[in-house]
């Protein structure tokens, strides 16, 4: 940790929104959504850099990255995971996936993946760039979770 508070960067690309937060533990510094079907690979970078800018950080100020590893769009939970891995390998900043049912206990978006995500690091969990990877549902599982709006 660089500080006394720990910098987390947090995605979301599981669902129709795009989303990224930055927190300091767990107090949402900054949120940014764009809503819409198939944006998040255009979208994320753009959305990230305006996020460190506005916040008047950079990268190499973030000691934590949350993602939403799903269940979820297939390609929105890929987007968001290459990102992060992407984003985190070159400076080796700890990664923590959060499952999309896990975020959804806080409600979805980034800040609370950023939350769930600070919760699961101070109780020792975290991955490598080369380890995160989306999280896979049976059919009967994925069904369970259309059923239940999810």
């Known amino acids: ?3 006394v508070f720990m910098n987390i960067l947090a995605i979301s690309t599981g669902a129709g929104i795009c989303s990224a937060a ?3 533990d767990t107090d949402i510094i900054l949120e940014l ?3 819409g079907a198939k944006i998040h690979s255009e979208n994320l970078m753009p959305l990230i850099d305006e996020l460190l800018t506005k916040s008047n950080m950079k990268l190499s100020d973030i000691d934590l990255i949350g993602v939403d590893n799903g269940p979820g769009s297939f390609t929105g939970i890929r987007i968001g995971v290459s990102t992060v891995k992407g984003l985190a390998a070159p400076s080796n900043i700890p990664i923590v996936p959060v499952s999309s049912l896990e975020a959804l206990s806080y409600n979805i978006h980034a800040g609370n993946v950023g ?5 699961k690091y101070k109780e020792g969990f975290s991955e490598t760039a080369d380890s ?3 999280l896979y549902l049976k059919p009967s599982q994925a069904e369970q979770c259309r059923n239940a709006g999810i």
């Open 1 to 3: 940790m660089k500080g």
């Open 22 to 24: 930055l927190l300091k």
């Open 33 to 35: 959504n764009i809503e």
């Open 115 to 119: 939350r769930a995500a600070y919760k």
């Open 132 to 134: 995160v990877m989306p």
